[in-house]
């Protein structure tokens, strides 16, 4: 996947920080396969990073001659923002673990 394309999916998106909007320098291109791309996105203009994106992607062919308009990624709207409450909570419950603390994690999660 060119730089260029992966742009195309951030055409409604700009950096939250400076509010510039992102560039083909924005993107380095960590790994790509077939079905997904590994991208690490900066803001050229304030050096923000945004971390990694994991691009899962279908060939073009599938969907004849696709606008930039419904390439590009939409804001969706998401969990609220953690609070100090949220925090505080994770903290002590972290803190007042026990020699047993693996009985908290799934069992699909261990191996």
């Known amino acids: 996947m ?3 394309e992966i742009r195309k999916l951030f055409t409604n998106l700009c950096c939250s ?4 909007d992102f560039e083909d320098e924005s993107f380095n291109i960590i790994r790509e ?9 900066v803001c050229t ?3 923000k990073s945004f971390g990694m994106a994991l ?3 279908q060939p073009l062919d599938e969907k004849e001659n696709p606008t930039d308009e419904e390439l590009a990624l ?5 969990p609220p923002p953690i609070t ?3 925090v505080i909570d994770a903290h002590n419950f972290i803190k007042n673990l026990d020699k047993d603390w693996q ?4 069992k699909d999660f261990i191996s």
């Open 2 to 4: 060119e730089k260029s």
């Open 17 to 20: 920080r400076c509010g510039h």
């Open 45 to 47: 203009q304030c050096s």
């Open 103 to 106: 009985k908290h994690i799934p």
């Open 33 to 41: 396969d077939e079905l997904f791309c590994v991208v690490r996105v």
């Open 84 to 86: 100090c409450n949220d």
């Open 55 to 57: 691009l899962g992607y």
């Open 74 to 78: 939409e804001i969706q709207e998401g």
